[in-house]
């Protein structure tokens, strides 16, 4: 089982409609856990930092679910500027300093 | 701020040829990385330096070496390039320290590095 696991899509979604991606972490100890988005050919950019008890920024709610050990990733009202590869991340390490990257998943938001 | 930077951007290789990946960061961070992005592998981590002076291998080490040469830059190696080290290369970096709490990574523009 890899350590930290998405579906890769792709999501096909209209334009206004609400997705979500899950990813999977298999370390029940990490503590650290993050969502990137990724364009085409460009590096990935921080998105959110996935908190304990949830947070949310605009449109993108990030959840933590450490009794199943997955972390969510919530997109309501897609834009098309929303298409891009969302990766996961999640600490291997008790110093934080390392985190692995799950393969990331494909999101097309189409008009 | 210019944040992370990286040199070059774009590289082609012979076989044996041996190339320096530059990166920079302005923002202060004690820990900085590299990794390789294959299609269908995602990022995996070759080296990282948890602070000035140290350097650690990470999932894919052969083939590499790393020089964290001040608390600013952290240099990648290739002393004899391999057609499997054909990738994308991307250094980041993070706040990170001995704490346990959340250590935000952030990534440099890349270096598409082609091996023929």
């Known amino acids: 089982r890899k350590e930290v696991e998405q579906d890769p899509g792709p999501f096909n979604v209209p334009e206004g409609a609400t997705v979500a991606f899950n990813c999977t972490y298999s370390?029940?100890?990490?503590?650290?856990f993050f969502w990137y988005r990724q364009d085409c050919r460009k590096e990935p950019k921080l998105l959110m930092s996935?908190?304990?008890s949830g947070n949310e920024d605009g449109r993108f709610t990030a959840q933590l679910n450490r009794a199943s050990q997955y972390i969510s990733l919530l997109i309501r009202d897609s834009k098309l500027s929303d298409s891009a590869t969302y990766l996961c991340?999640?600490?291997?390490?008790?110093?934080?300093?390392?985190?692995?990257f799950g393969g990331g998943t494909r999101l097309m938001v189409k008009p | 701020n210019a944040g992370v930077t990286q040199t070059p951007k774009f590289q082609v290789l012979k076989t044996g040829q041996s190339m320096t990946l530059q990166c920079a960061q302005d923002?202060?961070?004690?820990?900085m990385y590299w990794y390789r992005q294959d299609p269908g592998m995602g990022l995996r981590l070759i080296y990282y330096?948890?602070?000035?002076?140290?350097?650690d291998k990470g999932e894919v080490p052969n083939g590499y070496n790393v020089s964290r040469l001040n608390k600013r830059e952290f240099s990648l190696r290739l002393e004899s390039a391999a057609p499997s080290q054909t990738s994308v290369y991307f250094c980041?970096?993070?706040?990170?320290?001995?704490?346990?709490?959340?250590?935000?990574?952030?990534f440099g523009p890349g270096t598409r590095l082609t091996v023929t």
């Open positions: 991340a999640v600490n291997i390490d008790n110093a934080g300093n390392m985190l692995t």
């Open positions: 923002m202060n961070h004690n820990s």
């Open positions: 996935v908190y304990s």
């Open positions: 980041a970096s993070s706040a990170s320290g001995t704490s346990y709490f959340y250590y935000e990574q952030y």
């Open positions: 370390n029940s100890a990490s503590q650290s």
């Open positions: 330096s948890a602070s000035e002076g140290t350097t």
